[in-house]
């Protein structure tokens, strides 16, 4: 199943149903609903479904977006918050987007897991890949660093982002969701890419499974935390689905694909049919480069 998330087009409309138009215009059956989903565009999604115009594949956490919130805030309360209230208000927003995505049909909400506090190493790597220092023993060492810090660190955070996702497993099995926890590009956010197996072995299917953010895992790919396809191969076994955008080097994602670095065939064998994937393009991105690039992607994935 491929679909089209609403990050490329919910801040420019103010009615739900002509977003969602918008996207079945460009050919897709289904729709993602993200996370810059306002409180005001939430009628016309619902007019939109209703009337079988589209499907909605899934919805990233939070959606909607809390009341008096009008810009996309994915981790605006975190599950790993030292702090009990934004834990707190994490379950409840997130419950708010599982009632949604049942509401509207949706079988998987895509979650971020939450971060820890580091010094910014994803900045610092950013720069030497701007200096051509991929792979070079510099960046290495930065790599060997931060690794070591967040293994440091990480515990307590982790700790309360497991403890929130505990809570909220039986509340996403009781209505029949998937959770899918997306690899991030930021080195200070969970999960570290160590601890899926563990995470997954803990949380078990058919609730919590692998999302693969292809952008995200390039941009950790080039800073030297993974190997790219080696990554997703392992992780196969659990993968409900991808968030789809190419990555211009140095680290800037959310491009078409075909237009960066993103070796798309090398990851074509671990792709199947049933794997949900979600074109997740920027805003900025014209529409007369949507077309295109789905087709270039789909030669290479395949139409299903």
């Known amino acids: 199943m491929y679909s089209f998330s609403t990050c490329w087009n919910s801040a420019r409309h103010t009615d739900g149903r002509a977003m969602l138009r918008e996207i079945r215009e460009l050919g897709f059956e289904y729709a993602e609903l993200s996370h810059g989903i306002r409180i005001s565009l939430v009628p016309g999604i619902l007019e939109a479904v209703q009337a079988g ?30 702090k009990e209230r934004d834990r ?38 950013k ?4 200096r051509g220092e991929k792979g070079s023993p510099k960046i290495l060492k930065v790599v060997a660093e931060a690794n070591a810090a967040r293994e440091a660190k990480k515990k307590k955070a982790y700790d309360h982002a497991r403890d929130t996702l505990r809570e909220l497993y039986g509340e996403a099995k009781a ?8 690899i991030r590009e930021a080195v200070e956010e969970l999960p570290v890419e160590s601890d899926f197996a563990a995470l997954l072995k803990e949380f078990p299917a058919p609730v919590v499974y692998y999302w ?19 990554f997703l191969a392992e992780r196969a076994d659990r993968l409900a689905g991808f968030h789809i955008h190419d ?5 800037r994602d959310h491009f078409p694909p075909g237009g960066g670095d993103i070796d798309f065939a090398a990851l074509a064998p ?21 077309r295109p690039s789905v087709a270039h992607l789909k030669r290479i994935w395949g139409e299903a």
């Open 175 to 182: 209505r029949g969701l998937k959770l899918g926890i997306e």
């Open 127 to 130: 720069e030497l890949l701007e």
């Open 212 to 230: 693969h953010d292809v952008g995200h895992a390039q941009i950790k790919s080039d800073f030297g935390f993974i190997d790219h396809a080696k």
């Open 88 to 125: 707190q208000l994490a379950v409840k927003h997130t419950l708010n987007t599982f009632n949604f995505a049942v509401k509207v049909g949706a079988p998987l909400v895509v979650l971020h897991f939450g971060s820890m506090d580091l010094k910014d190493y994803t900045g610092k790597l």
């Open 53 to 82: 115009e589209i499907k909605i594949s899934t919805l990233h956490n939070f959606c909607p977006l809390p009341v008096g919130v009008d810009k996309p805030s994915p981790n605006l309360f975190e599950f790993s918050s030292d």
């Open 247 to 251: 990555v211009k080097f140095p680290a």
């Open 270 to 290: 671990l792709v199947k049919p049933e794997h949900i994937k979600v074109f997740e393009l920027s805003p900025k991105v014209p529409v007369d480069s949507v």
